[in-house]
């Protein structure tokens, strides 16, 4: 099944099936991106970590100056309600979204009692078992919290993203290692990243120029449980090309093996197979 081919929109107390029209041309969110959203995952029966996702997008909320308008519980049961509508087996991309639709004080600033919610819940399959993908360079790099609302899963925030994932697919990459201001490895254009060496894992620390993510921190702790040694240090470029293997963390695909990184050259091996099996496991024993 195409991705976008099942939709189903929950705005304004109602449930619609397709790709509802929620923003208006004058909205605040439309033209100036007070724009807030999170991702969840639905899929095999379960919904892994749903409240952290919700709890984040709560927080979002607030950190991009929006009121959120409904409680962590009463948006579970809503994301329940919707995915009920699904086949069984549909992998669903579960999107809570809201932005302002009128401007504060000087325009510019959002107005945080006219924040509206919606939720698009929009068929996505999961990657296979043994999709992997290729990373390089990109001159784009994370801001910094002073330049922008990186606190937040905002919207605004994508189109850097997407510049990245530009200039490397140009060079026939998949995807961009992507630098902090200072010029460490922050993160991916798309996902959290992880490198293991001599059967340590390592993952750059959270610095405030990435969000850390939650099946970031999902993997962390199933591998610390697992009696894997997991730091979160301060990486270079130099330190993922010495790298034994490399793997992506998020919602989309939740653990995504690296086979490349510029000209170097990655096995697919036994951390990052560990870090995929751990999770569906725990995600199963979760259900």
């Given at each position: 099944?195409?991705?976008?081919?099942?939709?189903?929109?929950?705005?304004?107390?109602?449930w619609?099936?397709?790709?509802?029209?929620?923003?208006?041309?004058?909205?605040?969110?439309?033209?100036?991106?007070?724009?807030?959203?999170?991702?969840?995952?639905?899929?095999?029966?379960?919904?892994p970590?749903?409240?952290?996702h919700?709890?984040?997008?709560?927080?979002?909320?607030?950190?991009?100056?929006?009121?959120?308008?409904?409680?962590?519980?009463?948006?579970?049961?809503?994301?329940?309600?919707?995915?009920?509508?699904?086949?069984?087996?549909?992998?669903?991309?579960?999107?809570?979204?809201?932005w302002?639709?009128?401007?504060?004080?000087?325009?510019?600033?959002?107005?945080?009692?006219?924040?509206?919610?919606?939720?698009?819940?929009?068929?996505?399959?999961?990657?296979?078992?043994?999709?992997?993908?290729t990373?390089?360079?990109?001159r784009?790099?994370?801001?910094?919290?002073?330049?922008?609302p990186?606190?937040?899963?905002?919207?605004?925030?994508?189109?850097n993203?997407?510049?990245?994932?530009?200039?490397?697919?140009?060079?026939?990459f998949?995807?961009?290692?992507?630098?902090?201001?200072?010029?460490?490895?922050?993160?991916?254009?798309?996902?959290?990243?992880?490198?293991?060496?001599?059967?340590?894992?390592?993952?750059?620390?959270?610095?405030?120029?990435?969000?850390n993510?939650?099946?970031?921190?999902?993997?962390?702790?199933?591998?610390r449980?697992?009696?894997?040694?997991?730091r979160?240090?301060?990486?270079?470029?130099?330190?993922?090309?010495?790298?034994d293997?490399?793997?992506?963390?998020g919602?989309?695909?939740?653990?995504?093996?690296?086979?490349?990184?510029?000209?170097?050259?990655?096995?697919?091996?036994?951390v990052?197979?560990?870090a995929?099996?751990?999770?569906?496991?725990?995600?199963?024993?979760?259900?």
């Amino acid at each position: 099944m195409a991705v976008g081919e099942v939709i189903w929109t929950w705005f304004k107390g109602a449930w619609h099936q397709g790709d509802l029209p929620v923003m208006n041309a004058a909205d605040h969110g439309t033209w100036l991106g007070s724009l807030v959203f999170d991702g969840a995952r639905a899929f095999d029966g379960v919904m892994p970590d749903l409240v952290p996702h919700l709890e984040r997008f709560n927080r979002s909320a607030g950190a991009m100056g929006l009121r959120p308008v409904m409680e962590v519980a009463q948006m579970a049961a809503l994301v329940e309600e919707g995915v009920a509508k699904f086949d069984a087996d549909a992998a669903v991309y579960i999107r809570p979204m809201c932005w302002s639709t009128e401007g504060g004080p000087g325009v510019v600033m959002p107005d945080p009692e006219s924040t509206v919610f919606s939720l698009c819940l929009e068929q996505i399959p999961m990657a296979a078992p043994d999709a992997a993908q290729t990373l390089g360079r990109t001159r784009f790099i994370r801001p910094m919290i002073t330049m922008a609302p990186v606190d937040a899963k905002a919207a605004c925030l994508y189109p850097n993203n997407g510049r990245m994932l530009r200039d490397v697919r140009s060079r026939g990459f998949d995807n961009a290692l992507v630098a902090d201001a200072l010029g460490n490895v922050a993160e991916t254009a798309t996902a959290n990243v992880f490198m293991v060496k001599d059967g340590i894992v390592r993952t750059p620390v959270p610095n405030g120029t990435f969000l850390n993510g939650v099946t970031r921190q999902r993997i962390i702790g199933l591998l610390r449980d697992a009696g894997r040694d997991v730091r979160e240090e301060t990486l270079s470029f130099e330190d993922f090309e010495a790298a034994d293997e490399v793997f992506l963390t998020g919602n989309i695909s939740k653990v995504t093996p690296i086979t490349r990184f510029e000209d170097r050259e990655y096995e697919i091996g036994p951390v990052t197979r560990l870090a995929r099996e751990l999770y569906w496991d725990w995600a199963g024993a979760a259900a």
